[in-house]
Each structure stands twice: as structure tokens, then as C-alpha cells.
């Protein structure tokens, strides 16, 4: 059974620029969550998506969006990158919502941003 | 808010020792999930628990509801067990800065 599938591993790009990371969850799971993990800040959560609808989001601006399509497949955007965007950003998959079910993670996609 | 401390924040312990990694939060929570992360990003789900204790090979895990507070022990310590543990009570919204644990073989 294939795992949580995170694509790009790596990126590098410009300040200003903006960028899609892509999110492949385990087959049958609807909710996607998505975290950025920095050495100062530990890991904290961006937002979920279940069933194509975001259910919560975190502390973050409206620079960091995200989706989800009816395959579950999700997607994040940083538009207009900065400097201190530059992180390991993990999503992680669960086969349903709430705190009862367990997650997986994807292997992340670490973004450097010059 | 739910504030989560863990400690101790970094161990170094001899191969063979015992280790217990402690998390404490502010809020009450009905499941509480452990993690592991080793060097290079990758995040492992090692236990979830609501209540009592967990047991999987070496590691174990214990909750108590009331007190607010987890712990997790691992026995027989091996150098394979180095990485960051990390605490997530509430619903994987919130998260321990995680432990960094590296064991001397």
C-alpha cells in the first residue's frame, strides 16, 4: 500500500516568487493535513482538508493557501515567498476527521527560499 | 489555548539505559499521539492513546487524563532509537518542540 506522497522533495526559489507543493494521500484517506516545520518553531499546522472543504486553519497569512480535489490529492500555495518561508513543509493523511484517527506523514518537501 | 511542554528538551544517554521522555498540556484532551522523527524529515505515528498505557516492542507509552500528562519510555535504549519524539495532544493541531534524543553506543 503506497504511502503519503509529497512532491517536490526539494525546491529552491526567489524571493517574491510563489509556489505549489503537492500532496498524494494514502488511497481511501479524505483528510489532508499540512505543517511547516522550522528549527526555531517546531512543527506547526498550516491547515486540514476533508472532503475537499478546509475544516481548520492555523495562525498563518493569507499568503499560505491550499486545496483539495475530489481524488483527496491536495495542494498547497505560498504566494509571494519570504525569506522565513523557507521550511520542510510535511502533510500528513488520516482516514477520517478528528482526534480519534491516527495520521501518516509524507516524507515532506523541504523549500529554501534566496 | 493548549500549551504543550515537553521535556527533557535534549537526552544523551548510554545504549542500554532506560529513557523517559515526559509532555504535559494545559487543556483537556480525549487522545494524545506520539512521534517520531529521524534525521533527514521523515514523521512515524508511533502510539495514539486516550487512556492507561500502550505498549509496542521497546517502547511505551502512558497517559493519565487528569493529570494532563504523558510520558514515553524506552527500554533497552539502542543507538537506532536517536531522533526527536514529539507530543501532539488535541486534535494534530498542536505539538511538543519534541526531544531530541541521541544514544551513545
Redesign the interface.
Known sequence: KAGVTQTPRYLIKTRGQQVTLSCSPISGHRSV?WYQ?TPGQ????LF?YFSETQR?K?NFPGRFSGRQFSNSRSEMNVSTLELGDSA?Y?C?S?PGQ???Y????G??T?LTVV | KNEVEQSPQNLTAQEGEFITINCSYSVGISALHWLQQHPGGGIVSLFMLSSGKKKHGRLIATINIQEKHSSLHITASHPRDSAVYICAPDDKIIFGKGTRLHILP
Do not use: D, H, P
Open positions: 493535513s516545520q517546531g512543527l506547526q499546522f486540514e481548520n492555523g520542510l510535511l500528513a488520516s478528528g482526534v480519534n491516527g495520521y501518516t506523514f516524507s515532506g523541504r
